[in-house]
């Protein structure tokens, strides 16, 4: 039978029905097929969500950390100052951003010390009571709005000894021979604690020379021509 025909003799509600069922249908397979996809991605921004959290936590955490560790760090420049000043602490106590200290030790250190210490703290009050030869210090700093700790820390670091630093090995100096405790540089005999370059000699071996100058210390090697 031809479907016009077919159609044709078909009521009105029929004819409706006919075009709404396979709308249905198609409505019916994509909210079926597309809802997990739907439910499949508030998983993934729930996770990417809690991934943030997560995150945001561990960094509240470091900035908690931090503010524990910067008062330990001036506190161990403070006894590294009075180290180097020779000082002798008696007391040392923090409350909040307060550090007070007490020291005690010979008058030119004592003030030396005082002005190492405003240079990496703000220094609220001090008080300087002199015994006999020695001087007694009470001193309370401020660490809220501390200066710059870097200073303080290059300046340990710079009294380090770093012997791989100050050793330096020349492949290229022009010694022809090492003869006993003679050796010839640029053409010309030195021996032990001689001058060579503004640096002394202070160690002749079979097969390199030690020069000293001031605090650096420089192994030149020894080589021919061959």
């Given amino acids: 039978m031809n479907f016009k025909i077919y159609f044709n003799n078909l009521s ?63 506190i161990s420049s403070y006894e590294y100052l009075a180290n180097k000043f020779k000082v002798n602490i008696l007391n040392l106590s923090i409350s909040k951003h307060l550090i007070t200290i007490q020291y005690k030790s010979k008058h ?8 190492s210490l405003e240079k990496i703290s703000d220094i609220m009050t001090f008080d300087i009571l002199s015994e006999g030869k020695y001087t007694i210090v009470n001193v309370v700093t401020n660490i809220s709005n501390s200066k710059s700790i870097n200073t303080i820390n ?37 021996q032990l604690n001689d001058i060579y370059k503004k640096a002394k000699i202070i160690k002749i071996s079979k097969n390199y020379i030690t020069l000293k100058s001031k605090n650096k210390t420089t192994i030149l090697k020894v080589f021919d021509d061959e």
């Fill in 12 to 74: 009105s509600l029929q004819q409706i029905q006919l075009y709404i069922i396979p709308l249905m249908i198609v409505v019916f397979v994509y909210i079926n097929y597309s809802s997990p996809k739907l439910v499949k991605n508030n998983n993934t921004n729930l996770h990417i969500n809690k991934e943030i959290t997560k995150y945001k936590n561990k960094l509240d955490s470091l900035k908690d950390e931090n503010k524990q560790i910067e008062p330990l760090k001036i």
């Fill in 108 to 115: 030119k250190n004592a003030i030396s010390y005082l002005n």
């Fill in 154 to 190: 290059q300046t340990i670091n710079q009294n380090i000894y770093n012997p791989f630093k100050e050793k330096k090995i020349l492949q290229t100096i022009q010694a022809k021979a090492i003869i006993d405790s003679f050796v010839m540089l640029d053409g010309k005999w030195y």
